[in-house]
């Protein structure tokens, strides 16, 4: 893996988890409870998974010269993350909603979105940031 895509993936992680801690910071001041708290972060670690698997994906694809295989790998590791995504949250609210918030780990997931969409600003931080030094 290179060091831009190492830095990339390091962004979007970043973006990832200061997503999770305003939510969290919002939470506190808004519906203050523990499971909520657990929710956020459970979504939070299952939105890195989700992404670090992405991005092994991704590299995947991009060292095969066969698209088609390309394409099938992409589709079925796809489905694979989805599928574990809905039983995860299936688990959760039959079997440890008084563990786990629902709601909340659906938050912490779409922490993922929100990961993608902070990157180019904390790039940009980061680049400034290693300038400076």
């Known amino acids: ?5 190492k830095n990339l993936m390091l962004e979007v992680s970043a973006g990832i988890v200061i997503f999770t801690v305003a939510a969290m910071i919002g939470a506190l001041f808004m519906y203050p409870r523990r ?19 992405m991005a092994m994906v991704l590299e995947r694809s991009m060292k095969t010269e066969d698209p088609k295989a390309v394409q099938k790998w992409s589709i079925v590791s796809a489905v694979f993350r989805y599928l574990l995504l809905a039983v995860i949250l299936v688990a959760v609210i039959v079997r440890f909603a008084d563990w786990f918030n629902p709601v909340a780990v659906v938050i912490g997931v779409l922490g993922l979105k929100a990961g993608a969409l902070f990157q180019p600003v904390i790039h940009k931080i980061a680049v400034r940031w290693t300038k400076e030094e």
Not at 1 to 5: L, S, V, W, Y
Not at 38 to 53: D, H, V
């Open 1 to 5: 893996m290179g060091k831009e895509t």
């Open 35 to 53: 499971t909520v708290f657990a929710g956020l972060l459970l979504g939070m670690l299952l939105a890195l998974a989700i992404f670090l698997s």
